[in-house]
């Protein structure tokens, strides 16, 4: 992948590539846009197969971010890290600490938080470092159940305008990833007596779900043609793609997970299938809005948070009436909506 090219494909500002051989750091940090205020977005700590893949997954989420920080409402730009190795052999405060220092290094144009494999304790550690760091314990903390409440409050208004009702009883959902999000999307989800398939690739993940929420656990070959009415991709991104589409059987797609679709393209294809897609960026925006809130308003408040968050239901209501106004996917309608709300400051 050539990064110049890919960056202005995108739309980048800025990639710097991070190595410390003591440590065993190796990182991308990818700034796509700071027109609305210093980029923001998580560390992910991943072991991609190639360097090429953490390019790549870094691009599209760092585009995402500024996208779905334009169309939360904040005042902040795009940005993400990826971190490349196990975490399970790698991770360390000292690694965290030499991490933090290249964070520490932009001087405030980018700030991270929990990702995939980054938890709040890790991020108390890098704040030993760096003040440029959010959803830090003591103040906002772990974003994941912003994250959740958001999912559910944009999949209830999605269920509104598929099904006629914005109740989830007796709904049957398949639940990808049993992370700290996916799970306690589940919890919302029981609570309202929705009918729960879960798979995970922990094995004692599932187990937790079957346990407490009475789930049915699923293979990972069942998750895209198991029968339900809603499917939500809680884990890694490029679920759906044109070449697999075709084999759902659910009629709404809301979930945790970034970057959900492959490609434009894809969005059309669930169009043309009359699946109703909720965009991933307009309803987990939730975490982010709590770590924003952290950044940019003087004094943190949760309330003042869960109403944020709890404005995804409108939010997404307005995507949807706006795909069906144009004649477009909901995938294109969001785009559009947050590209304005960035075009707008420049």
């Given at each position: ?24 750091l190796n ?47 904040l005042k ?135 346990e407490e ?134």
């Amino acid at each position: 992948m050539k990064v110049l090219e890919s960056m202005n494909t995108y739309g980048h500002e800025q990639i710097l590539f991070v190595h410390d051989e003591n440590v065993g750091l190796n990182a991308i940090i990818a700034i796509h846009s700071t027109v609305l205020g210093p980029a923001l977005g998580g560390t992910r700590f991943f072991n991609y197969a190639t360097e090429e893949d953490a390019l790549f997954d870094v691009l599209r989420l760092s585009r995402g971010m500024t996208l779905k920080n334009a169309a939360a409402g904040l005042k902040l730009g795009g940005g993400k890290a990826v971190i490349m190795g196990d975490p399970d052999t790698l991770k360390s405060r000292e690694f965290l600490h030499v991490y933090a220092k290249y964070i520490h290094s932009l001087h405030g144009k980018y700030y991270t938080a929990e990702d995939v494999n980054i938890n709040a304790d890790d991020v108390a550690c890098m704040n030993e470092v760096t003040q440029f760091v959010t959803g830090t314990p003591g103040v906002s903390g772990n974003p994941s159940p912003f994250t959740a409440r958001g999912i559910y409050m944009g999949m209830k208004a999605g269920a509104g305008v598929k099904f006629g009702t914005d109740s989830l009883k007796d709904k049957t959902i398949v639940v990808q990833g049993l992370g700290s999000v996916g799970y306690a999307l589940c919890g919302y989800l029981k609570k309202e007596g929705a009918h729960l398939k879960v798979y995970d690739v922990k094995s004692e993940n599932i187990k937790k779900a079957v346990e407490e929420f009475g789930a049915a656990a699923i293979n990972g070959e069942e998750v895209l043609t198991s029968e339900c009415d809603i499917f939500a991709p809680c884990a890694m991104g490029a679920v759906l793609n044109t070449g697999n589409v075709d084999a759902l059987k659910c009629r709404l797609i809301a979930g945790a997970a970034n970057n959900v679709l492959m490609d434009a393209e894809t969005g059309d294809a669930l169009e043309r299938l009359d699946i109703l897609y909720l965009p991933d960026y307009i309803i987990n925006a939730g975490g982010v809005i709590n770590c924003g809130m952290e950044i940019t308003d003087q004094t943190y408040s949760a309330d003042a948070v869960n109403a944020k968050v709890d404005a995804i239901y409108d939010t997404t209501l307005r995507i949807i009436s706006s795909a069906k106004e144009k004649n477009i996917s909901t995938y294109r309608a969001a785009d559009e909506y947050a590209e304005a709300i960035v075009n707008s400051q420049r």
